[in-house]
């Protein structure tokens, strides 16, 4: 009581640290924010960033946002990471061995243009387990890698991120297209009222801005063949390690899970296991009380969620091989071991396509879900549902009638 009123008796101030003018709060540690367009080059400065800190200060954190080309973890997944050995590959080279990973939360697409909010609460959550770790483990750097969506709905989730991670450094990458580029990011105070796009940067602490723009020089690299989309089949090979047909699934039963479909379209109870079976799902991992009692008497009646659940850890990917709707069981093919399957209580279903490259074991029709008999052009509806946003308007004539 002494010590907290201030006074009486020796070791008394160091019972309360704020009434010592002398001593200095801990160093917060820097965070760095790398943001830019599509092929700017933000996932190799992020990993060259990352090898030259651990150089320096032994480990860092690497918060991984862009879900479309992931470093450390499958596609479809916000990751945040401790490093204590540099990333000498691509990120195929290092699925599921490289550092450890602290928490994850699974989105099951490419993109977060359909669930822009779960995107933005998922990122909260894995600062906030930095955060935590720094306070219990002591202050490690952060970089923060953003995804190349910076129009439209994309850059204002940018400027979200911008405002929960609140940067020491945001570091821009520009592209040599400008069309491609991100608007300037301005602190407040240095907005300026000349011509050209500048997007102030939200409310708050304002981090130092540098700014990195492509060389005059014209590169004599022959251009990449490989688009976002091999990369992708190619993180996935890598994690699954072998092809799909050789892996044996794990029987999990319908009431040891509960089952939620992340996309927008609600999906029938009676049209889950249609949906569920040959494709993705993210195993997850939260406590049961934030899943739910399991009530049911029957064990025939599988589990849904109508939304997903807060804070599902990600443990990893897997893939339904079969439904037996007599035995009410799934099969699920993972490259996990059962030790970190002990705790997973969710299945997440997504957006994420098998490649043909998974399904096929040396030729067509010889692996699981495959045939040389069926074209997805040549059946109504036989192929993904996609988007298209290039259709312009039909223009009116001076009389009115379209032309």
């Known amino acids: 009581a002494a010590a907290a009123a201030g006074g009486g008796g020796p070791g008394a101030g160091r019972d309360v640290p704020s009434t010592n003018p002398t001593k200095k709060p801990p160093p917060s540690p820097p965070i760095v924010f790398v943001c830019g367009g599509k092929d700017s080059g933000k996932s190799t400065f992020a990993r060259y960033l ?29 990751a945040l990471h401790l490093l204590d050995a540099p990333l000498l590959g691509p990120p195929a080279t290092h699925q599921g ?9 699974f989105m099951g697409a490419v993109s977060p243009k359909d669930q822009p909010t779960l995107h933005g609460a998922n990122a909260i959550d894995l600062i906030a387990v930095w955060r935590r770790h720094c306070l219990e483990s002591g202050p490690v750097p952060l ?40 608007p300037r990011m301005k602190p407040l105070p240095a907005m300026s009222l000349q011509a050209g796009p500048e997007t102030p940067i939200p409310a708050g602490p304002q ?28 993180v996935l090979l890598a994690y ?40 993705f799902v993210g195993l997850g991992s939260c406590p049961p009380h934030i899943v739910g009692e399991d009530e049911a008497k029957s064990a025939m009646v599988p589990r849904v969620l109508a939304s997903p659940p807060p804070s599902v850890t990600f443990v990893g990917l897997g893939v339904v091989r079969a439904v037996d709707p007599t035995a ?26 098998i490649p043909v490259a998974m399904s ?25 549902r996609k988007t298209r946003t290039n259709l312009g308007r039909r223009k009116l004539s001076s009389s009115g009638a379209p032309t």
């Open 240 to 279: 699954f390690g072998r092809p799909l047909s050789s892996i044996t699934p794990v029987t999990v039963g319908w009431r040891a899970v509960a089952v939620c479909v992340l996309n927008d379209d609600q999906v029938p109870v009676s049209q889950i296991l249609h949906t569920l079976n040959a494709s």
């Open 50 to 78: 990352a090898n030259t800190t651990i150089s320096a200060a032994g480990h860092v954190a690497y918060l991984e946002t862009d879900i479309g080309q992931t470093e450390l973890t499958p596609p479809g997944a916000l």
């Open 97 to 105: 061995n490289h550092g450890t990973l602290l928490d994850a939360r």
């Open 328 to 353: 009410g069981v799934y099969y699920i093919s993972t490259p996990l071991p059962m030790a970190s399957l002990q705790n997973v209580n969710v299945i997440l279903k997504g957006q994420l396509q």
């Open 207 to 234: 981090p130092k801005v540098v700014v990195m723009q492509p060389r005059e020089e014209v590169s004599t690299a022959a251009p990449s063949r490989f688009v976002a989309k091999d990369h992708r089949t190619m």
């Open 143 to 182: 970089i923060v890698n953003t995804q190349g969506w910076v129009k439209g709905l994309g850059l204002l989730m940018l400027l979200d991120l911008v405002r929960s991670v609140q940067p020491t450094w945001l570091v821009q990458l520009d592209s040599s297209n400008p069309a491609r580029n991100l």
């Open 360 to 384: 096929l074991r040396g030729t067509c029709g010889t692996g699981p879900y495959t045939t040389c008999e069926f074209s997805s052009s040549s059946v109504v509806g036989g192929a993904a």
